[in-house]
């Protein structure tokens, strides 16, 4: 399995942008879809983002689209992801994700995604 670790979340006011950033360690970073994921109190884990091997493809939460843009660089083992205009309702712990099937299809599942990271909490004031 690959370790996830992420960083970058915080409290901004809502209109804000951050940037959350996911380290990964122990396998071959390319072999694997990357995805983020949220999770807000009392509710369940919710699809944000993903982004295929080589980062040629992508797919966004409709609730998201147009604000965040998920990125990665393979050779520093790192995936981003850039929200921007945060509202409110963007507030949540967010996971980073890893998926090592060769398929990209299902990438907005939680179940299909094998190694995930601790999470970083995302507070959005409004």
């Known amino acids: 399995q690959v370790q996830l670790i992420e960083s970058g979340g915080g409290l901004v006011q809502a209109g804000e942008s951050l940037r959350l950033s996911c380290a990964a360690s122990g396998r071959t970073f390319s072999d694997y879809v990357m995805g983020w994921f949220r999770q807000a109190p009392g509710k369940e884990r919710e699809f944000v983002a993903a982004?295929?091997?080589?980062?040629?493809?992508?797919n966004y939460a409709d609730s998201v689209k147009g604000r965040f843009t998920i990125s990665r660089d393979n050779p520093k083992n790192m995936v981003y992801l850039q929200m921007n205009s945060l509202k409110p309702e963007d507030t949540a712990v967010y996971y980073c994700a890893a998926k090592t099937s060769r398929s990209w299809v299902p990438s907005s599942t939680a179940a299909a995604y094998d190694s995930w990271g601790q999470g970083t909490q995302v507070t959005v004031s409004s």
């Open positions: 982004i295929s091997w080589g980062g040629g493809s992508t």
